[in-house]
């Protein structure tokens, strides 16, 4: 009986120790503070918003927080807050959750898409990215738009249209790009009239199919319309000012996105494996995909070089192609199952060497950046030199640090400070009057690097965990 009911379930009780392993991974970091653009930006966005109100409308939050986004994840993790309490681990709690619904959806999206094997494969493979692990305890807007993008693919292609309006919506009110994926929806409605060949397609079909299609866009039209009548720009000045069409830059960015999404963190074992297994599937597979199952990968391949494309028109970051990663994930689990799955001898080798592959770098804390698990030592560095500061009662010290250690410096909403207690004689330029410098190289620029060899600086306390490092510097007495 146990034997039986453990061969029946087993996809699903690992995914449930996937989770698990999940929950207690990251436990440890949901107490810890803000970091990067979730220090500056969300974190205190959404306690902002949790003081004001939960809101959708441009007017929510001030453009200094905001920064033009959709409102729809700082509604939610306010809304979240107003029920269990305006802290960091309850903000962070939110974004776990989060994490768990895409570990859950991808299993069970690529179950209804292929089979089991394939939704629990490409479980395994997304809790092993590095960036999703780093990510699904930050208050970012990654793994909820990553979720969003798979629900709403999931509702096209069951033609579950409804929820098609919900998902979508909810998809371009988190974050701009979004609309990506519409655009995509878009290109294949017409591909697939011609992959449908249907021998009569009337225009008025068409043009109901398309207003479906579209309605995520008016909703963000309508967003668009109102931020204009309350700030009185569409789109934040300052990110409209980083574009930058010269082509130059966008060989440079097409380059490097390519890296992000096929080659960063081990994902070149992921690429080497999905074109081994095309081989494979075309002279192992007993078999074949049906015309439905070829669309998903077919849409999957065209959605991955769309984001790829319009991506490269603005500033990235690592973290913003985990919605690209998410869906290769799905189309490289479905096509390594498919090909093997019936040759056992080769499909558990290929399966633990794919899952190996990734496990090896998961847990690597050689970057300090919020796409590893190495961004934890960049914050408890910072938070020690700063509670070291605070012990020596610096408040009133003139300072010179980074941007981002001299906004935690300020705001104790950014977890850093041990009390409402602020430094409010920071600076960024090393002055006569400074008599103090904190360092940190997860910052480090040429003109803060020259002053560690400064002749008027002498080093009082260095902070150092794993490859993050924060140095504070005083003025030497004459």
């Not at 479906?212 to 720009?233: D, H, N, S, Y």
Request: a positive charge; charged letters at 15%.
């Amino acid at each position: 009986m146990v034997l039986q009911f453990l061969k029946k379930h087993y996809s699903k009780i690992i995914l449930l120790v996937i989770i698990i392993a999940l929950i207690i991974i990251k436990f440890p970091h949901l107490s810890l503070p803000y970091y990067g653009d979730e220090g500056f930006a969300f974190g205190p966005a959404v306690h902002l918003m949790y003081k004001t109100g939960p809101s959708l409308l441009p007017s929510g939050l001030d453009p200094e927080y905001s920064y033009g986004h959709p409102l729809l994840l700082h509604f939610l993790v306010s809304s979240w807050m107003k029920i269990f309490g305006p802290t960091i681990f309850v903000t962070k709690t939110f974004a776990l959750f989060i994490s768990i619904l895409l570990l859950i959806s991808l299993y069970l999206i690529g179950k209804s898409f292929f089979n089991p094997e394939t939704g629990l494969l490409a479980a395994i493979l997304m809790f092993f990215q590095p960036v999703f692990l780093a990510q699904s305890s930050f208050v970012l807007l990654e793994i909820f738009l990553s979720l969003l993008a798979l629900l709403t693919i999931w509702a096209f292609f069951k033609k579950r249209w409804n929820w098609y309006l919900i998902f979508s919506s909810m998809l371009v009110m988190t974050k701009e790009s979004g609309l990506f994926l519409i655009f995509t929806l878009c290109i294949w409605q017409l591909i697939d009239i011609f992959l449908e060949k249907e021998a009569e397609y009337s225009g008025r079909k068409l043009f109901y199919q398309y207003l479906v299609i579209l309605f995520p866009a008016f909703v963000f039209g309508g967003f668009l319309i109102i931020q204009k009548m309350t700030w009185g720009w569409f789109f934040f000045p300052l990110r409209i000012q980083e574009i930058r069409l010269t082509p130059e830059k966008l060989s440079h960015m097409l380059w490097h996105i390519r890296n992000i999404i096929f080659f960063l963190d081990a994902r070149s074992w992921l690429t080497i494996g999905l074109l081994i297994s095309l081989l494979g599937y075309y002279f192992l597979a007993r078999k074949s995909f049906s015309l439905a199952q070829w669309k998903i990968l077919w849409f999957s391949t065209l959605f991955i070089g769309v984001f790829w494309m319009l991506s490269s028109l603005n500033a990235v970051s690592n973290r913003y192609f985990l919605v690209v990663n998410t869906i290769f994930i799905l189309m490289t689990a479905a096509i390594i199952v498919q090909a093997f799955m019936h040759k056992k001898w080769l499909f558990y080798p290929a399966i633990l060497l794919l899952i190996f592959s990734q496990a090896f770098f998961a847990f690597s804390h050689e970057r300090t950046g919020d796409d590893s698990l190495g961004f934890e030592d960049p914050i408890i560095v910072q938070r020690d030199a700063i509670r070291f500061l605070e012990d020596m009662d610096a408040y009133n010290t003139h300072i010179l640090t980074h941007f981002l250690i001299n906004f935690n410096m300020q705001y104790p909403v950014a977890g850093y400070l041990s009390g409402d207690k602020i430094f409010d004689n920071t600076t960024g330029r090393f002055t006569e009057f400074v008599e103090l410098a904190v360092i940190s190289n997860v910052e480090l620029s040429q003109e803060l690097d020259s002053l560690r060899i400064n002749p008027q600086l002498e080093l009082l306390k260095r902070f150092e965990r794993g490859n993050a490092w924060t140095e504070i510097y005083q003025r030497k007495k004459n």
